[in-house]
């Protein structure tokens, strides 16, 4: 799948089947996040692979806004340190995972953003490092309709060389 394909119809997956995900995606998974790039090259992101089934229903009890998670046969806990560029050097991290999981026929979905201090206990995450997000990995329980999403019209949000001028 090419990049801007991915891009294209990636979805927010929050059901999966019963199915594991392979140990060399996994693999590939993390490193996606791993190798994205970083604010001056500072690598704040730290990932924790969870593949543990009861760990896995843990964590979607713990997190108040994706119980969903707990369905799910991966997830990956993103965890930072405290500086001034490690929420966007995460996000990127993320997406790359999640582009890279889609590639592979595998949705996930973003959960939390803070809230989610428990979850240090449960995977023994240092006070030094805050725990940003919870992504569940797992093959669509249903079919997804690649490609339709609701979004704003370019002419909306895309300008060029000034708000407001047309992009196209």
């Known amino acids: 799948m090419e990049v801007f394909e991915a891009?294209?119809?990636v979805l927010a997956i929050r059901s999966y089947v019963d199915k594991p995900v392979p140990p060399d995606t996994v693999h590939k998974i993390v490193e996606a996040?791993?190798?994205?790039?970083?604010?001056?090259n500072a690598q704040p992101v730290r990932f924790i692979a969870v593949d543990d089934r009861e760990t896995i229903r843990?964590?979607?009890s713990l997190a108040?806004?994706?119980p969903y998670i707990?369905?799910?046969p991966l997830a990956v806990v993103v965890a930072t340190e405290k500086t001034k560029f490690a929420e966007s050097d995460a996000g990127r991290a993320i997406q790359s995972m999640v582009l890279t999981a889609w590639e592979a026929g595998i949705g996930s979905n973003w959960v939390g953003f803070y809230g989610l201090d428990e979850v240090r206990g449960l995977l023994g995450v240092p006070e030094e490092l805050e725990v940003l997000a919870i992504i569940p990995?797992?093959?669509p329980?249903?079919?997804t309709g690649k490609g339709k999403k609701q979004r704003k019209p370019g002419s909306d949000v895309a300008f060029r060389?000034?708000?407001?001028q047309p992009f196209a």
Do not use: E, H
């Open 161 to 164: 060389n000034r708000f407001g």
């Open 33 to 40: 996040g791993r190798l994205s790039a970083t604010s001056m």
């Open 7 to 9: 891009v294209r119809t």
């Open 141 to 143: 329980a249903q079919i």
């Open 64 to 66: 108040k806004t994706g």
């Open 58 to 60: 843990q964590l979607g």
């Open 137 to 139: 990995f797992g093959y």
């Open 70 to 72: 707990a369905q799910a």
